[in-house]
């Protein structure tokens, strides 16, 4: 079965800071995704960064990056430079070749941003 | 470029009042679609997903019902809502299979049931 574990529940981090949002993943399938989404206050969800299992490099997108250990079964979020606007809820998702067209996702992890 | 667009974006309905949610995607054929349900302060449940026309699997047994009537076209009903049904409800839509594209949201339509 596909189980996402996101254990932080709320992090804080100091405005210019970096944060790292963890992510764990339990799958027996060989090719799969890992996705992490922002959802702001707002609602929406924000498709933020993509890694692939068989991509060697980790993924990065701006101030954003994918900390993929495949050996772990981790997939932590990487944020620098944090800005007030990041303050939201991140969630981490994946979909494998078994699971078809279906994602699932973690729980999430609250985010502050401090001034 | 692809958008999806859905509405209501508020709803504020009594128990036992039917409902009708509805989510279109343009820019793309054939998409995959999706709707979640999310309460308040919880992670998303899929609901239903869709691979085509009037090919609909349900993922949680509910009074609720989605219909594919175009391509491009997702609704969410029910008959009669219950307190339960309460939450913010998300659809969705991606192309590829097996995790190797994103699912895309919409802007989500916040329920409360009184």
């Known amino acids: 079965a596909q189980k996402i574990t996101q254990t932080q529940p709320g992090m804080f981090v100091q405005e210019k800071e970096a944060v790292t949002l963890d992510c764990t993943y339990d799958t027996s399938d060989q090719s799969y995704g890992l996705f992490w989404y922002k959802q702001p206050s707002s609602g929406e969800m924000i498709f933020l960064i993509y890694q692939g299992s068989y991509d060697e490099q980790n993924a990065t997108e701006g101030r954003y990056s994918l900390n993929f250990q495949k050996a772990r079964k981790s997939a932590n979020l990487v944020i620098s430079a944090s800005q007030l606007g990041d303050s939201a809820m991140y969630f981490c998702a994946m979909g494998s070749e078994n699971t078809g067209n279906q994602f699932y996702f973690g729980t999430g992890t609250s985010l502050t941003v401090i001034p | 470029s692809q958008t999806i667009h859905q509405w209501p974006a508020t709803l504020v309905q009594p128990v036992g009042s039917p409902l009708s949610l509805e989510c279109t995607v343009e820019g793309t054929s054939n998409p995959n679609l999706y709707w979640y349900r999310q309460a308040a302060g919880r992670g998303l449940q899929l609901l239903f997903y869709?691979?085509?026309?009037?090919?609909i699997s349900s993922e949680v047994p509910q009074n609720l019902s989605a219909s594919r009537p175009q391509d491009r076209q997702f609704i969410l009903s029910s008959k009669k809502l219950l307190l339960s049904d309460s939450g913010f409800y998300l659809c969705?839509?991606?192309?590829?299979?097996?995790?190797?594209?994103?699912?895309?949201f919409g802007d989500g339509t916040r329920l409360s049931i009184l």
């Open positions: 969705a839509w991606s192309v590829g299979y097996g995790g190797n594209q994103p699912q895309h």
């Open positions: 869709s691979i085509g026309i009037d090919q």
